[in-house]
């Protein structure tokens, strides 16, 4: 299996950044898009952001749009995460995604493997 592991802050401030990183084993990292899907209590899991095989294309969720960034470095099998302007409603489980082709797109069907997860929290 291809392992994903989520790493980086977990507490974040109302309004401050957070940076989330994933770290992928696999040599063919580059060959697939990656994505960042989120889950909260109570509630289903969600699509947050997703980027292209290049990195050249990149889609998020109208509700991080502005505010989230996703990249990703192929060289070292990395995609990060950046969060600016923590809002009410992102803290969440975060979860780490590799899809099952070449480009973004925000059905979790798509994604072929996943990362365990790593909880996010806004203080405000």
């Known amino acids: 299996q291809v392992q994903l592991v989520e790493s980086g802050g977990r507490l974040g401030q109302a309004g401050g950044s957070l940076r989330l990183s994933c770290a992928a084993s696999e040599r063919t990292f580059s060959s697939y898009a990656m994505g960042w899907f989120r889950q909260a209590p109570g509630k289903e899991r969600e699509f947050v952001a997703a980027?292209?095989?290049?990195?050249?294309?990149?889609s998020y969720a109208d509700s991080v749009k502005g505010r989230f960034t996703i990249s990703r470095d192929n060289a070292k099998n990395t995609v990060t995460l950046r969060m600016n302007n923590l809002e009410p409603a992102d803290p969440a489980v975060y979860y780490c995604?590799?899809?099952?082709?070449?480009?973004?797109?925000?059905?979790?069907?798509?994604?072929?493997?996943w990362g365990q997860g790593t909880q996010v929290t806004v203080s405000s």
């Open positions: 995604a590799r899809g099952r082709g070449l480009y973004h797109n925000p059905d979790a069907t798509d994604y072929r493997y």
């Open positions: 980027i292209s095989w290049t990195g050249s294309n990149t």
